[in-house]
């Protein structure tokens, strides 16, 4: 019996069917010493690998014609058969009998699969080493392997080697052991916040190797599917959405935790859910001490992606059990569970950067698998930083934009995800650099070259997605603008269904509402769902999602209190966060003010709030606002897993006589509405101006009063008014033969006569108090208020 090079054709057997391999110098490496049996070499788990390498290359050179395997046998272990393995698909794959690893490199030169227990990971030691052989386990620029045999409780990195040259863009390192892209899960540090092994931040990861009879019970879950002009988004944080000792949750600041509280979202009339970043990231990041809150700074927020396949594991209860499988599940049971509440779930994506940063950051994964690939890179192997945080993700190679795809697909079909909000999604409209170290230095290249990052028309990225039979069916949310000053609100590349984080919408409904001149034009606009961004383009009004706060910035209680950011508890001096708030005090600073200016900022939130559910577009809530909640000025909470990101389900129920119940109902009020969610922009068939006296709006650089009538199949006919002066007015109504109009929402009222529900006691009687003004067709507003009047048959 001999090993030796040959031309025939091997078959193996994967999830994929039988593939061919083109056999020669078929060597198989692992750790350990072993012996020649039969036709296959029998390993014991001691010795170097370098030993068996030698054996079998020194039979290899003896010549013959027969084709070996090696079986690994480990003390305390089943053993394992090592074959060629399958190029496709990338990843680990269970398939029969064993799993199928694929990951992709092109500049690597070797390659090495190392295998771990959960013991040694966290020891830093390799348990079993399975050095590739170029000429068997390679397939154009994928390496490839397939283990047969049990692998459960096992998890996986690699090694490549190569040429190490930043300035060629290269950072190939044989000692570094490199986390799988398509991981589906990461095995590091099973809790939240604690560091690892020695006080380590950044300890080893491993991806988890997936078991053939894993399966989860969706319980016949099926996509929602809403139209989207129908959705009321709520932007929540996992965490921190149960994380506060009043939320009285088992396990908070979990998926599972998150469950019990889906009912109330329910109950505010949300039925999607926008979850901020939820990919495996490394919350000790920034891990520092903080002495001004006398605790360690974290990246809470997670915009800073480890991996894209895996959910966060510390999200989960269940840790690091069953080798992230059980984290997995709950998630899975978090989207289950909330579609049988009538709730989409959808993802904020962060393919913009990783958390790898610039050539400072740590090697995880991307950079050290092939950086010239995985980033935009400069001539001189810089990286470029569009996304502001170190690297910028080369969206639009060919590779990488497969990669994503890839991802999004798994999040859809397997999570059952109903859709993405993609950060900084400018980026992903960049031109790619594809390395080429000849050209970049100087010589000629013949025909047109477009340079990296320039924004380009048909972003390859946007087109793909836009036409996966899978991806262009479910929600598509692009945050149209990133760091590099690249800004597309109402141009982004849409393909007629991605939709945009409506950036001018907030600054224009907050200028207007705290009462700037010249913007009542523009405001007018925001309420028809900004056909000025996307009329032209062929768009409809839910291509715009609507929102006053998000977790960048001001929270809506805060936009209300103070004219300035604090920020001094981030530890940067107060420099990190936005300058241009775009915010009103309301006459006095902090949270701590007199009665009447508590009264008014009030009054300016529920302002806020209507316009939000009045304008045509998606509206979008972010969590807390609802109660007011309150992050003491900060605009830049990025760092605190503390009370300024935590849900207070304490003050949620102090609100809930008061401005949770005006959300609640305004957001009912939205639903029975057929004119406030239209598929198209409003005409004039339907939706009249007004100013003072009906049909004469004023359009004026001075005017600060808004209103207009909706015809209505539901309500029969609606009118809204804002008036943000800093004086009262007393409108003209348009007259409507044998009918009157009859308040249902005044923001000016104390609770709960701000919105005249059929529960409210005397009702009847406080709609008489102002019969005397209907019966002329007139109606007072104080100042900053706004107001909805419905029409009713003349009794």
């Not at 059980?326 to 289950?336: C, G, P, Q, S």
């Not at 609802?626 to 003050?651: I, P, S, V």
């Not at 009262?728 to 609770?751: A, H, M, N, Q």
């Amino acid at each position: 019996m001999e090993l030796a090079r040959t031309t025939s054709r091997f078959s193996f057997a994967s999830n994929c069917g039988l593939f061919p391999v083109k056999c020669g110098n078929l060597r198989r490496y692992a750790r350990g010493g072993g012996d020649l049996v039969g036709n296959s070499v029998t390993l014991r788990a001691s010795g170097s690998s370098r030993r068996l390498e030698s054996l079998v290359s020194n039979a290899s050179a003896r010549g013959g014609d027969e084709v070996e395997t090696v079986v690994i046998e480990r003390p305390g272990l089943a053993p394992f058969q090592v074959l060629a393995g399958s190029p496709a698909p990338l990843g680990a794959t269970a398939c029969d009998g064993g799993v199928n690893f694929a990951i992709y490199s092109s500049g690597a030169t070797a390659a090495a699969l190392c295998l771990f227990t959960l013991a040694d990971l966290t020891a830093n030691r390799v348990t079993e080493e399975v050095v590739l052989d170029p000429l068997i386990n390679r397939t154009g620029n994928v390496w490839h392997v397939f283990l047969q045999g049990e692998l459960d409780d096992m998890v996986y990195g690699y090694k490549f080697d190569g040429k190490l040259s930043p300035q060629e863009g290269h950072y190939f390192d044989y000692s570094r052991i490199l986390l799988d892209p398509y991981a589906k899960a990461v095995i590091s540090r099973g809790e939240y916040g604690v560091l690892g092994p020695g006080g380590d931040c950044w300890p080893q990861m491993a991806g988890m190797i997936p078991v053939s009879n894993e399966e989860f019970d969706w319980e016949g879950d099926l996509p929602l599917q809403y139209p989207q002009k129908d959705l009321i988004v709520y932007e929540m944080h996992v965490r921190g959405f149960t994380k506060h000792d009043s939320s009285e949750t088992n396990s908070p600041g979990t998926y599972i935790s998150a469950i019990k509280k889906l009912d109330h979202l329910k109950e505010l009339g949300i039925n999607c859910i926008e979850l901020m970043p939820c990919h495996e990231f490394n919350e000790l990041e920034y891990f520092s001490y903080n002495s001004i809150v006398g605790e360690n700074n974290l990246n809470f927020w997670g915009y800073s992606t480890v991996n894209y396949f895996s959910p966060m594991i510390r999200y989960s209860s269940a840790g690091l059990a069953n080798c992230g499988c059980d984290a997995i599940n709950e998630f899975k049971t978090l989207v289950r569970e909330a579609h049988k509440r009538g709730i989409e779930v959808l993802l904020d994506v962060v393919f913009n950067h990783t958390a790898e940063g610039n050539e400072n950051g740590p090697m995880i994964s991307f950079r050290g698998i092939d950086n010239s690939t995985y980033y935009m890179l400069a001539p001189k192997g810089e990286f470029y930083n569009y996304s502001g945080c170190g690297n910028t993700f080369n969206c639009n190679h060919p590779v990488v934009r497969q990669f994503i795809v890839d991802c999004l697909r798994y999040w859809v079909t397997e999570m059952h995800v109903d859709g993405f909000r993609f950060d900084l999604a400018s980026i992903m409209t960049r031109s790619c650099s594809l390395w080429d170290p000849v050209n970049v230095y100087g010589n000629p290249i013949e025909g047109d070259m477009v340079t990296t990052g320039t924004p380009v028309g048909g972003p390859p990225l946007i087109e793909m997605i836009s036409n996966d039979p899978i991806l262009c069916k479910v929600k598509l949310i692009a945050e149209a603008w990133d760091a590099g000053g690249l800004y597309q609100v109402g141009s982004f590349p849409h393909s007629g269904i991605w939709s945009e984080w409506n950036g001018q919408y907030r600054d224009i409904v907050r200028q207007f509402i705290k009462g700037t001149d010249g913007f009542a034009g523009a405001f007018a606009q925001c309420l028809c769902g900004s056909p000025n961004l996307y009329q032209d383009g062929g768009r409809k009004p839910w291509h715009s999602i609507n929102f006053i706060c998000a977790h960048d910035g001001f929270t809506l209680a805060d936009l209300v209190t103070y004219n300035n950011k604090y920020n001094l508890s981030n530890g940067e001096d107060n420099r990190d966060g936005e300058n241009h708030n775009l915010s009103w005090n309301c006459g006095e600073e902090g949270e701590f003010a007199s009665i009447t200016v508590r009264r008014l900022r009030k009054r300016q939130m529920r302002n806020f709030f209507l316009c939000l559910m009045v304008s045509q577009g998606v509206p979008m809530i972010y969590m807390g606002d609802e109660y007011g909640h309150t992050k003491g000025g900060n605009n830049n909470t990025y760092c605190h897993d503390n009370y300024l990101n935590y849900f207070r389900w304490d003050r949620k129920e102090e609100s809930s006589s008061d401005f949770y119940r005006f959300c609640r109902l305004m957001t009912k009020f939205r639903y029975e509405c057929e004119s406030l969610g239209l598929d198209e922009f409003p005409t004039s068939e339907r939706l009249q101006w007004h100013g003072h006296q009906p049909k004469i709006p004023d359009w004026s650089e001075t005017s600060r009063f808004v209103a207009f009538t909706m015809s209505d199949s539901v309500k029969g006919e609606i009118y809204v008014a804002f008036n943000t002066s800093h004086l009262p007015v007393t409108v003209t109504l348009p007259e409507r033969s044998g009918y009157r109009w009859e308040p249902l929402v005044d923001t000016s009222k104390p609770v709960p006569y701000d919105f005249l529900s059929d529960d409210v006691p005397d009702r009847a009687t406080a709609i008489k108090l102002y019969s005397h003004f209907l019966d002329s067709n007139l109606y007072p507003m104080l100042s900053y208020s706004s107001i909805i009047l419905i029409l009713q048959p003349d009794a």
